[in-house]
Nanobody
Framework: QLQASGGGFVQDGGSLRLSCAASDRTFSRGAMGWFRQAPGKEREFVAAVRWDAGRTYYSDSVKGRFTLSRDNAKNTVYLQMNSLKPEDTAVYYC??????????????????WGQGTQVTVSS
């Protein structure tokens, strides 16, 4: 139901854009976003968008560097990642939630997960 793409390998300071397409408008009253998980670490919230309001939320670690946007017509979100750092290296997972919930940074509140896409930033 969620198809993610766009990961890859980039050097410190580089940029990548991730995409996540939903198969339909299931999340139009909820949220879509991204989590990431580095080896040996817990899954971490990255960014989310409340679909109906278009409001975006970011973790402190990516605020100012990452931008989450949405395309209503395509049921797709994009994560533009700039000024990437080695500590951004992780598997990134697209998520979706049917109904908006204020606990948008809690992975337990998302029951739709896309396949992960690897992002590797070299120093």
């Amino acid at each position: 139901q969620l198809q993610a793409s766009g990961g890859g390998f980039v050097q410190d300071g580089g940029s990548l854009r991730l995409s996540c397409a939903a198969s339909d408008r299931t999340f139009s009253r909820g949220a879509m976003g991204w989590f990431r998980q580095a080896p040996g670490k817990e899954r971490e919230f990255v960014a989310a968008v409340r679909w109906d309001a278009g409001r975006t939320y970011y973790s402190d670690s990516v605020k100012g560097r990452f931008t989450l946007s949405r395309d209503n017509a395509k049921n797709t979100v994009y994560l533009q990642m700039n000024s990437l750092k080695p500590e951004d290296t992780a598997v990134y997972y697209c998520v979706g939630r049917v109904i908006w919930n204020v606990q948008y940074s809690n992975p337990k509140h998302y029951n739709n997960w896309g396949q992960g896409t690897q992002v590797t930033v070299s120093s």
